[in-house]
Structures are given as C-alpha cells and as structure tokens.
Nanobody, 118 residues
Framework: QVQFVESGGGLVQPGGSLRVSCVAS????????MSWYRQGPAKERELVAR????????NYADSIKGRFTISRDNAKNTVYLQMNSLKPDDTAVYYC???????????WGQGTQVTVSS
C-alpha cells in the first residue's frame, strides 16, 4: 500500500530556513518523479516543486523559485524540500506525492506544518 510520511516542519521566523522530508513506500520510488505540494489556510492545494526520477530535472512554482530546492535520495526512498528565505505566505501544510504532471496516487500523507511568523 502506498504511503507518504512527511516530517521536518515547524515554526520559523521570516527569512529563516527549514528542510522537510518525505519517506515514500509501496511503489518503485526510483522509477517515478516526485513532487511537493502545499495547502495554505483557506487555499487549494498547489504544486510547488517536482523532480525527475534521477534528480537531473527539477521544476518550481514561480512563487518559490530561487528560494526552495527539491532533491531526492533513491537509496532512502526520500524526497526533500530545502526552504530558504521563508515568507509568511509560505505558511502551509506541505505534502509529497509521486508524479510529474499530477499526483500519481489518491492517498496522501498527514503532511507537515510549516508556519512562518515573527
């Protein structure tokens, strides 16, 4: 069964940094693209970053370009999102899923809460 377990969120001041992680299981992790999504208060879930199977290709939403970096470790079935220069607008629950254009699986993890506030 497909599972995503996100971790690493927390409370951080504007301008600070966090790295969130997602451990995936139940499918061939190294054979699929992976993506990070986020859902802010009273907002729709949005795609923020994606990475190809081998990690050579990445893509970012305009709102986080230049500040966030997605990476993966296929040996650990883990995808990461390094978030720098955080802004209050980055406050959201962050989720991962497989796939490049859309979520490959209907099941989602519990997400990890990131709150940017002074």
């Amino acid at each position: 069964q497909v599972q995503f377990v996100e971790s690493g969120g927390g409370l951080v001041q504007p301008g600070g940094s966090l790295r969130v992680s997602c451990v995936a299981s139940g499918f061939m992790f190294s054979s699929v693209a992976m993506s990070w999504y986020r859902q802010g208060p009273a907002k729709e879930r949005e795609l923020v970053a994606r990475i190809s199977t081998g990690g050579m290709d990445t893509n970012y939403a305009d709102s986080i370009k230049g500040r966030f970096t997605i990476s993966r470790d296929n040996a650990k079935n883990t995808v990461y999102l390094q978030m720098n220069s955080l802004k209050p607008d980055d406050t959201a629950v962050y989720y991962c899923n497989a796939g490049w254009y859309s979520p490959a699986y209907s099941s989602w993890g519990q997400g990890t809460q990131v709150t940017v506030s002074s």
